[in-house]
């Protein structure tokens, strides 16, 4: 990936350098790992590796943007952004997802099967709006 250096992954998950050799020299995993280089060097493989990549460079700067939302010498909406942009990385809080309940007065309801298309319509009865509230 060459995305961090390899001290760097080692470290993080408490691999030693004896530890290492004896890992990189298994023939199963160097099996593998030639396996998955392959799979993400393909040129198919383009937008998952920016995706990927892009993903541990927000994850490696959490702990940073952790200690500048706890900054108070920072203006309060600076830092009210900061966390929503967090929020919108851990999806918490997406607008996306909100359910729009309309307030017309009716609906229609389109379906197509093959070459004919029919239109239901119908009007909202005042209970069921209630209920949705």
Do not use: C
């Not at 500048?68 to 920072?74: G, K």
């Not at 029919?118 to 009865?125: C, E, F, K, N, T």
Request: glycine share 6%; net charge neutral; aromatic share 6%.
């Amino acid at each position: 990936m060459n995305i961090q250096p390899l001290k760097s992954i080692l470290g993080n998950h408490g691999v030693s350098d004896s530890q290492w050799q004896s890992i990189k020299n298994n023939i199963t995993f160097s099996s593998m790992l030639a396996q998955a280089v392959i799979e993400w060097n393909a040129a198919v493989n383009g937008s998952q590796r920016v995706e990927v990549k892009a993903a541990t460079i927000v994850e490696s700067l959490l702990p940073r943007y952790y200690a500048e939302l706890e900054n108070t010498s920072h203006p309060l909406n600076h830092r009210t952004e900061l966390f929503k942009l967090i929020a919108r990385f851990a999806k918490i809080g997406n607008d996306d997802e909100k359910v729009a309940v309309g307030s017309g007065s009716g609906f229609n309801l389109n379906i197509s099967i093959g070459q004919q298309p029919m239109v239901i319509q119908g009007r909202v009865i005042d209970t069921a709006v209630e209920q949705l509230a």
